[in-house]
């Protein structure tokens, strides 16, 4: 029967279509790329943070080294008071003897603290070069996975527009009325055809009256299953 064939053709456009269609959705639905995001957004974060703390701590030895150079300049200057032989005055020379040893210590406290900032800057150096390589290896592999997605998206809405276009040309040959009825049931019932196997609808798994089998087998008219109201076919 050349109207159930169409049907029949109607609903294998129809079954690929649902598929293209879950397909597209779980597509664009899938995480991967938001947790990928999400997971770039907070290396970027942690590295602006690092490179804002290196850069105060880069500051602070700046001043470190400011202060060394002006307690050195001050000792030298002690020193040359000191064993220039022109001060003679005990006192004085006592406390140009402290005034030196104080610099000394002052210095030695300032050297440690500037090696301190110059491993600390070193080893931030050290972290965000490994951040910078992370950001660049992630980001890569997602650009890679957004153009996989955007093709599979592209060729998936492509062919869910030509099943759409293949369902109205079918549409256009089956009779309005036949066509509203199998319509409401797919609306109804998801499939609007099932299959007859061992005598049993295979929608509803009910067996099928001998009447209406012998209805199937002339294939002189549409034959609806009692129980669920799909259209029946052969198997």
Not at 89 to 103: G, I, R, V
Not at 166 to 178: C, F
Request: hydrophobic share 30%.
């Amino acid at each position: 029967m050349e109207q159930l064939d169409l049907l029949m053709n109607l609903e294998e456009h129809h079954n690929s279509l649902n598929l293209y269609q879950k397909e597209l959705s779980d597509l664009q639905n899938n995480l991967t790329i938001d947790k990928m995001e999400e997971k770039i957004l907070y290396i970027e974060e942690k590295f602006r943070s690092l490179r804002s703390n290196q850069k105060k701590i880069k500051e602070k030895l700046k001043e470190s080294n400011l202060r060394l150079n002006n307690y050195n300049f001050k000792i030298k200057e002690v020193e040359k008071n000191l064993y220039n032989g022109q001060t003679t005055d005990l006192k004085q020379l006592e406390y140009l003897m402290n005034e030196n040893n104080k610099l000394k210590t002052i210095i030695d406290t300032t050297e440690t603290e500037i090696l301190e900032f110059m491993n600390e800057v070193e080893d931030m150096d050290q972290e965000l070069l490994k951040m910078e390589n992370v950001l660049y290896e992630i980001k890569d592999k997602n650009n890679k996975l957004k153009e996989k997605y955007e093709m599979k998206r592209k060729i998936l809405e492509s062919k869910i527009h030509l099943k759409e276009d293949e369902i109205l040309v079918l549409e256009e040959k089956i009779d309005l009325k036949l066509l509203n009825k199998y319509n409401a049931i797919r609306r109804n019932k998801k499939t609007g055809i099932a299959e007859v196997r061992d005598s049993t609808c295979s929608g509803c798994n009910i067996l099928i009256p001998i009447i209406s089998m012998d209805k199937l087998n002339n294939q002189n008219e549409i034959v609806y299953c009692e129980s669920c109201g799909r259209i029946l076919c052969k198997s």
